[in-house]
């Protein structure tokens, strides 16, 4: 199939590349993001690829379905960034790699809580200056912190495993309570997971229900120094209500993959520029937070199956018209909603 991909970076033109030969696609890699003004280049292409930063709302649709495009697959498991009511009205066929490596997501999380915990990243910053205090690198150990993990998909569960090897008490919320999660943790309702919890870790997918999630009702039951690590996605947290809680110490550590405005300025390098984003530059100016791009998935493992897993979505439905991995709009799936 005719394939434009979009967002490509080196690491997916190698992956792609590397695992295209059984199928034989012709792929056309671009950098740009794809979105109203780049729509061009995705013109009369059977098949287009995008990732999670693109804009895929219901004019790029209509564009693309008008120019003989019959396929858009996502480079990721969410797909908070496709229009699916467009999608669905067009016939187009949506498709996603479900599971790529729940354990990528899972690890970065877990070296974000060691990290921020034993301020590895402000020791890292020192001894690279000469510098060889440790007069305000205190950390703390898990075994006497209690852990709350909202959200107990694939990537929650991973992190419930291996926090349970630290011996520390584990909270968890989710909608669908899961047998196998109770043998490590406890389920409670909201307000006792945001009260009783030291630590919460976020690992739901973004969706109405979930969006600005830490906010005004949980933020005012958590304990005072909360720590906080998000890497789902940006839009669980109302980000000036985050940074006003880190002002006045309510959160006490923030961890954080994923940024509410990433699209704009993730995945480049903008260091010679003017910073434009004042919630971003506030962020980045406190001691306590740590701030990734979006790269908790970057694992070897897991850019071989996202790349195994898009090229057979392609080659299925142009094979058979059906695709295994289809994205279907739910109730609970709302346009919009962007991580
Ligand atoms: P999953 O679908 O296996 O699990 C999500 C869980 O959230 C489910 O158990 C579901 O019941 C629960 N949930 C959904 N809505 C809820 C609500 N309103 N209240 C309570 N629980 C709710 O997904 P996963 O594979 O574990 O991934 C979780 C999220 O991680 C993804 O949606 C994605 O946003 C994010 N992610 C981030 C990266 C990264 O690189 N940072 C990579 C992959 C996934």
Do not use: W
């Not at 979009?6 to 695992?19: G, I, L």
């Not at 993001?33 to 693109?54: K, M, S």
């Not at 066929?93 to 590895?120: N, Q, W």
């Not at 300025?265 to 306590?288: A, I, K, M």
């Amino acid at each position: 199939m005719d394939i434009a991909v979009f967002s490509t970076k080196s690491y997916d033109r190698n992956a792609f590349e590397q695992y295209n030969a059984p199928f034989g696609h012709a792929l056309t890699f671009l950098e740009p993001r794809l979105g109203p003004e780049t729509l061009a280049l995705g013109r009369g292409y059977t098949g287009v690829c995008i990732f999670v930063n693109d804009d895929c709302n219901a004019a790029v649709i209509d564009d693309l379905v008008a120019h003989g495009t019959r396929i858009i697959a996502t480079r990721s498991a969410g797909y908070n960034q496709i229009d699916l009511a467009a999608a669905a009205r067009q016939g187009i066929m949506l498709a996603r790699v479900p599971a790529y490596s729940p354990h990528a997501v899972s690890e970065f999380t877990l070296a974000l809580i060691l990290t921020m915990g034993r301020k590895i990243h402000r020791a890292y910053n020192r001894t690279r200056e000469f510098n060889f205090e440790i007069g305000g690198l205190e950390g703390f150990e898990l075994r006497d912190k209690t852990v709350g993990v909202f959200g107990t998909g694939q990537i929650g569960r991973l992190v419930i495993k291996a926090l349970h090897g630290f011996g520390c008490p584990i909270l968890a919320y989710d909608r669908f309570p899961n047998a196998e999660v109770e043998q490590y943790a406890r389920y409670v309702d909201q307000p006792t997971f945001a009260r009783e919890s030291d630590i919460i870790t976020l690992h739901t997918p973004l969706t109405p229900q979930t969006q600005h999630l830490i906010s005004d009702k949980i933020l005012p039951l958590v304990k005072p120094g909360v720590f906080i690590i998000n890497t789902s996605r940006g839009a669980l947290l109302k980000t000036d209500k985050v940074i006003k809680c880190l002002k006045s110490g309510q959160i006490g550590m923030l961890a954080i993959d994923v940024f509410e405005e990433e699209a704009d300025y993730f995945y480049q390098d903008l260091s010679e520029q003017v910073p434009t984003n004042d919630e971003l530059v506030r962020l980045l100016s406190f001691p306590n937070v740590i701030l990734t791009s979006h790269m908790a998935f970057l694992t070897d493992h897991a850019l071989r199956n996202i790349a195994e897993t898009t090229l057979g979505n392609f080659a299925e439905f142009e094979q058979t018209g059906q695709c295994t991995n289809q994205v279907v709009a739910s109730v609970h799936d709302q346009p919009g909603a962007r991580g």
